[in-house]
């Protein structure tokens, strides 16, 4: 782990609506659905805990008391974002108790097989925001809608990142950022409400850096995500 990383907190957003994995949810909660018997935000607690965090904070949201019912006594703070606004603003709900540390925001419904990529972001991190991010392969990218895309990468540094176009296949080959990031102090500097836009500004100034993770991952929140990742962590 990266000195000074011990500090890092990590926020897991869990307010959102869900709605890919309405058929799914438990209690209203996609945070909830169980792969291999285990809930996706339970495994999520898991891997940044297992990555050396200690300090983690769950964004939910006051419509889904499950999840505050599932945490209970599980050594996590919870906090609310009362109206779904979004990632920025879930993450802002959460600096109450983080205040200016590095935080790791990790997405419960991306999952990854056989490496730890909280863990890897630790090591890695060297004071710059720094973002996991995916070559795509098929048959992955062949369901993916063009989010997230790393337009130009400079050795560690991400220097160009494309609009979200949900309406668009994602090219496969690309690279794409995926589901687990550090956001430092410098993100908020810059942040309005928009992660992507934020993390533009900080690509123009070379302060936003890549974790290149060479492992499966599952997007659970797609339909053959979610059969997917039953099928490999039900072995």
Known sequence: MAE?????????????????????????CKELVEVGGISMLERTIQEV??????????????NKPAIDTALRNRGVQIVHQEEPKGLVDAVRCAKTRTG????LVALPDVM??????????????????????VQTESPWADHLCDTGRVTKLEQEYILGISDKNP??????????????????EAFW????????????KLA??????????????????LTIGYEYAQSIFNQ
């Not at 050396?52 to 939910?60: A, L």
């Not at 990854?112 to 991010?133: H, K, M, R, W, Y």
């Not at 942040?191 to 993390?199: F, I």
């Open 4 to 28: 000074g990383s011990d500090a890092i907190w990590a926020i897991i957003p869990a307010a959102g609506l869900g709605t890919r994995m309405m058929e799914n949810a438990i209690l209203g």
């Open 167 to 184: 309406s668009e296949p994602f090219p496969v080959g690309e690279n794409r950022i995926t589901g687990r990031a550090i956001w430092t």
């Open 189 to 200: 500097n810059v942040a309005e409400n928009d992660e992507v836009v934020a993390l533009r």
């Open 112 to 133: 990854f097989i056989g490496s730890n990529p909280s863990a890897i972001l630790c090591e890695e991190f060297q004071g710059d925001c720094i973002l996991t991010v």
């Open 49 to 62: 805990e297992e990555a050396g965090i200690n300090q983690i904070v769950v964004v939910s949201s006051p």
């Open 204 to 221: 123009e100034t070379r302060k936003l850096r890549a974790s290149i993770v060479k492992t499966a991952y599952v997007d659970v929140g």
């Open 100 to 103: 200016k540390s590095p935080c």
